[in-house]
């Protein structure tokens, strides 16, 4: 939004609770990284048993994108229309796929997005190639990927943000290392918000980033319709600032808690919460880390190269969404010691993560008033979910265990491996707790009915004239891809709006 907003000249305020990701060789270590946690928040929450939660969250310049594994996906068109799930119906959004498509390729042009067009069986068609060329497959993957598709599947290259040049190394900004899902990139090549946005917008006069900066409550005028101040906690101190427009980008979870905080007369429930939908309707995606081991090992460096949506909507024994089958970065054994998974037999963490294919399953959870964002009376942020519509999720599981039952005899040890390798294929399964909150949305939906919707279809609160939330608030349904290009996408589609109202 920064970003999209600078050239017009507005004066621009951007206040971010965090700080720079500091630059030092522990950026791309897996002991502090993943066993430490040294980037992630030490804020506490609670879930709704009144338990401490410690949320798997980063609070910096360019907030989790410095972390994440820049996946860059648009949803699929049937994504946001109505769609019937095993576990009830996925609504649909007030705008179509059509209303966002140009904005999704300005997304996948400024995040330098690599892919190839048409592998994927459930694109949604688009009205650009991507940018840069698909990110090659290794060995291993590239066998994995021929493998899916002599089984009849379409496997494709997940799109990426990475800015590599695999056809001019000695140019390329990327190295393409093992360390980039879940860590912050030490050489500036990943296509994250702080690199590619943020500074990009403060190198204009008219932008102003303050760091530290805790937006603590919204306060309104008299009549409740528009926000007149925003009061910050900075430096242990208080203060206050206005704008003619304000903007909460807080992440899903912190712009509720934001707008719950903000409570006052005339918004009793909580700012621009009339309808009693802000905090509720939390989604997270259901999200499994799936390891498959084998005899052989896996050598793959970057193993996010591969994805599978042949059962985005269902198969012939399920006429029901699944969801998506893509990888994680390639697990090691420090990763594995912060979440140790039952130890396969025969196998050490170190020969574990030696030998497995690192699959992450995302199928999509369902709107749920009761999954909701609230505060208790200390302020703390309280999360409460109870999972759903698990059956498309443990099906596709299903299906990637009979997948890698048919993998090809392994090359590398003849047939004797082969054998071994397909008689000890383990599945060690690793469902998301609720702490992992890297995919959370949907607490603020948008929609055309004040009554079921806090923000109209340009992502502005209803009941609040100045205020928007563009974040991954508003999803209304959360789809079963990574969320992250569509807040992006969207971030330019309200940015185009107001810039529209501002003149
Ligand atoms: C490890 C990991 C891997 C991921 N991999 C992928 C992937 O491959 N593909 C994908 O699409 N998505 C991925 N995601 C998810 C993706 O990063 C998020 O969907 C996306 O960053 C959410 O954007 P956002 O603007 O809603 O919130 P955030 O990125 O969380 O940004 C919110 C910002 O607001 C700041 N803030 C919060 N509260 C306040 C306050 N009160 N005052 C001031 N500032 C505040 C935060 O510090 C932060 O900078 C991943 C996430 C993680 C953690
Ligand atoms: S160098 Fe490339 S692979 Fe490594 S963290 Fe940066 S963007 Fe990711």
């Known amino acids: 939004m920064a970003y ?36 992630q928040t030490k804020e506490k929450w609670r879930d709704k048993n009144g338990e401490e939660l410690h949320p798997h969250t980063n609070y910096y310049v360019g907030g989790n994108t410095k972390f994440y594994g820049a996946a860059l996906f648009r949803l699929r068109k049937e994504d946001f229309g109505e769609l019937h799930h095993h576990g009830g119906v996925s609504p649909a959004w007030p705008i179509s796929y059509d209303d966002i498509e140009p904005y999704y390729t300005q997304a996948e042009q400024l995040y330098h997005v690599h892919g190839e067009r048409g592998e994927d069986p459930t694109d949604p068609g688009a009205s650009a190639p991507y940018p840069h060329p698909a990110v090659s497959h290794e060995p291993r993957i590239q066998h994995l990927s021929d493998d899916f598709a002599r089984l009849g599947l379409k496997p494709f290259h997940t799109p990426l943000g990475v800015q590599l ?17 879940g860590f912050p990139c030490l050489v500036y090549a990943k296509s994250d ?17 303050l760091t530290n900066a805790y937006a603590e409550r919204l306060e309104t005028d008299a009549s409740g319709r528009r926000v007149t101040k925003v009061i910050v906690q900075r430096n242990g101190s208080r203060e206050e600032y206005r704008g003619e427009i304000v903007v909460s980008s807080c992440g899903a979870i912190n712009s509720a808690a934001l707008l719950l905080r903000s409570a006052s007369d005339k918004h009793p429930r909580g700012l621009a919460n009339g309808s009693d939908v802000v905090g509720r309707h939390y989604m997270g995606h259901i999200n499994s880390i799936l390891m498959a081991i084998s005899k052989c090992p896996n050598p793959t ?3 996010k190269t591969l994805s599978v949506n042949d059962f985005y909507f269902g ?34 963490l170190e020969l574990m993560a030696n030998h497995s294919l690192d699959f992450w399953l995302t199928s999509e959870d369902l709107p749920d008033p009761e999954n909701r964002v609230t505060l208790n009376s ?69 929609g055309d009915d004040p009554k079921t919707s806090a923000l109209n279809a340009n992502c502005r609160a209803h009941e609040v004239e100045n205020l928007y939330v ?28 107001l810039i529209e109202q501002l003149g």
Not at 165 to 181: M, V, W
Request: aromatic share 6%; glycine share 8%.
């Open 4 to 39: 999209k907003l600078a050239p017009s000249g507005k004066r621009i305020l951007v206040l971010e609770r965090g700080d720079f990701v500091p630059r030092e060789k522990d950026n791309w270590d897996p002991k502090a990284v993943n066993l430490e946690g040294k980037y």
């Open 165 to 181: 040049n695999e056809q001019d190394p000695r140019k390329s900004l990327c190295i393409r290392c093992n360390t980039c899902d």
């Open 193 to 209: 918000s702080q690199v590619l946005c943020v500074d990009r917008a403060v190198e204009y006069p008219n932008v102003t980033l």
């Open 301 to 303: 460096v970057f193993q």
């Open 315 to 348: 198969s012939r024994d399920l006429d029901f969404p699944m969801g998506h089958i893509s990888f994680v970065g390639k697990l090691d054994a420090q990763t594995l010691r912060a979440g140790a998974p039952a130890i396969a037999p025969g196998f050490t």
């Open 378 to 446: 200390k302020g703390e942020i309280v999360l409460s979910y109870k999972l759903n519509n698990e059956e498309g999720h443990k099906r596709l599981i299903s299906k990637l265990e009979s997948l890698m039952k048919q993998q090809t005899k392994c090359e590398m040890h003849g047939h004797e491996c082969h054998v071994g390798l397909f008689s000890r294929n383990i599945f060690v399964g690793q469902r998301i707790p609720l702490a992992g909150v890297a995919h959370q949305n949907g607490t603020i939906r948008f």
């Open 470 to 497: 563009v974040d991954a608030s508003f999803f209304p349904s959360s789809g079963a891809v990574n969320p992250g290009l569509t807040i992006m996408a969207n971030a330019l589609r309200v940015g185009d709006h």
